[in-house]
């Protein structure tokens, strides 16, 4: 399986501050996804990152609040920016991985809890 | 887009006891069907899958079943352990290479 890590693992962050969660795969990938778990919920799927393009935001969503860096294909960034107590919630990224050119399994990183007083 | 419902939202059993979690969907051109178990504090981790040109598949105590022409897929638990405790996740994935989660279902196995 593929090993997908995220930095940092949690944070407490003050309200009207950013925090950029860092995520790495251990092989090359064609699109990562950035997922929002709210306490108890399922996955929200914030956003999907190519390499080489602008990031594809779900409805809801939008780059000025969560803006995604993709500057290659093992490594990708998502920034929560002026953040409220409402963005409190695990994020999580993942990647369709697979054997040989076949990507047929996503992985998910650990996630970023992170926490906004 | 795709709309993935799972039911039900909890579920207890006794252990030794089977479980079963539904889930339906509602893009025809769906053809890929995880399943993932998320442990408290953990990740999601992949336990099952089935694609859209089989009706079973089994995994020692783990089966997952699909009906295309009824759009739903369950999940099969038997012989359930207290370790088999967790949130778990349905999800369909359609032609846009993304996939669209079930809400999920607590399962708790009582010893």
């Known amino acids: 399986s593929a090993v997908i890590s995220q930095k940092p693992s949690r944070d407490i962050c003050q309200r009207g501050t950013s925090l950029t969660i860092q995520c790495q795969v251990d092989s090359q990938v064609t699109m990562m996804f950035w997922y929002r778990q709210q306490p108890g919920q399922s996955l929200t799927l914030i956003a999907t990152a190519n390499q080489g393009s602008e990031a594809t935001y779900e409805s809801g969503f939008v780059i000025d609040k969560f803006p995604i860096s993709r500057p290659n294909l093992t490594f990708s960034t998502l920034t929560v920016s002026n953040m409220s107590p409402e963005d409190s919630s695990i994020y999580l990224c993942s990647s369709w991985v697979g054997q040989g050119l076949r990507a047929d399994t996503q992985y998910f990183g650990p996630g970023t809890r992170l926490t906004v007083l | 887009g795709e709309n993935v419902e799972q039911h039900p939202s909890t579920l207890s059993v006794q252990e030794g006891d089977s479980a079963v979690i539904k889930c339906t969907y509602s893009d025809s051109a769906s053809n890929y069907f995880p399943w993932y178990k998320q442990e408290l504090g953990k990740r999601p981790q992949l336990i099952i899958d089935?694609?859209?040109?089989?009706g079973e598949k089994k995994d020692q105590r783990i089966a997952v079943t699909l009906n295309k022409t009824a759009k739903h897929f369950s999940l099969h638990i038997t012989e359930t352990q207290p370790e088999d405790s967790a949130v778990y996740f349905c999800?369909?994935?359609?032609?846009?290479?993304?996939?669209?989660f079930g809400g999920g279902t607590r399962l708790m196995v009582k010893p």
């Open positions: 999800a369909g994935h359609n032609a846009g290479n993304m996939l669209t």
């Open positions: 089935i694609r859209s040109n089989v």
